[in-house]
Nanobody, 122 residues
């Protein structure tokens, strides 16, 4: 598994970005993995923002982002997305995608993307 994240950038407050994360190495079916999006601010721990299971069940973990962020996946494209709307300056940081191989050990993210930086100007 090799995860490639993209879609970060600079946006004005109130704007939108869509992050993408693609498994660029073929092999096991993408549907084998639960997928998560994390954020990590400088000097802080990595925090789970949202996840989507292999079957499409979605969860959101940060109250301030609920209703503004939407996680989704397209198993035919080996890609998971994080649609971020009405962005706020406090949303700015590096976002990471991760894959949890449900066959190996569900609940542990074994694979990580490289991170994509989101910057929000006020």
């Amino acid at each position: 598994v090799q995860l490639q994240a993209s879609g970060g950038g600079l946006v004005q407050a109130g704007g939108s970005l869509r992050l993408s994360c693609t498994n660029s190495i073929s092999g096991a079916a993408f549907s084998r993995y639960d997928m998560g999006w994390f954020r990590q601010a400088p000097g802080q721990e990595r925090v789970l923002v949202a996840d989507v299971t292999w079957g499409g069940r979605k969860r959101y973990f940060i109250d301030s982002m609920k209703g503004r962020f939407t996680v989704s996946r397209d198993n035919t494209k080996n890609t998971v997305y994080l649609q971020m709307n009405n962005l706020k300056p406090e949303d700015a940081t590096v976002y990471y995608c991760a894959a949890d191989d449900i066959v190996l050990s569900r609940g542990t993210y074994e694979y990580w993307g490289q991170g994509t930086l989101v910057t929000v100007s006020s």
